[in-house]
């Protein structure tokens, strides 16, 4: 059984920094994404890498400030979050797929974390 895990929200001022980790256990987890969710919204796909990491998405709203990354040898995801808005406050998802291709649809990752909040305020 796949198990994700992610870490590293919080409270920040905007233009602040944040880095989410998403760790997996229990099995072999190959494209990943991160998603995010506000309240009364559907959950959006933030950014995803293939296994190799050689591709990449990410959507127009946070090009240029978030990057997304991978250590396969721990098992790991990460999303480096810079210059953060107020916009960007949701919670933040984690999502594994079991192909290695990149993927942008929700349906498309079976397995996902619990979800960890960011909230960018003043």
């Known amino acids: 059984q796949v198990h994700l895990e992610e870490s590293g929200g919080g409270l920040v001022q905007p233009g602040a920094s944040l880095t989410l980790s998403c760790k997996a256990s229990g099995g072999g987890t190959f494209a990943m994404g991160w998603f995010r969710q506000t309240p009364g919204k559907e959950r959006q796909l933030v950014v995803a890498i293939s296994w190799d990491g050689g591709n990449t998405y990410y959507t127009e709203s946070v090009k240029g400030r978030f990057t997304i990354s991978r250590d396969n040898a721990e098992n790991t995801v990460y999303l480096q979050m810079n210059s953060l808005k107020p916009e960007d406050t949701a919670v933040y998802y984690c999502?594994?797929?079991?192909?290695?291709?990149?993927?942008?649809?929700?349906?498309?990752?079976?397995?996902w974390g619990q979800g960890t909040q960011v909230t960018v305020s003043s």
């Open positions: 999502a594994g797929r079991t192909v290695g291709l990149l993927a942008m649809h929700e349906d498309d990752f079976p397995h």
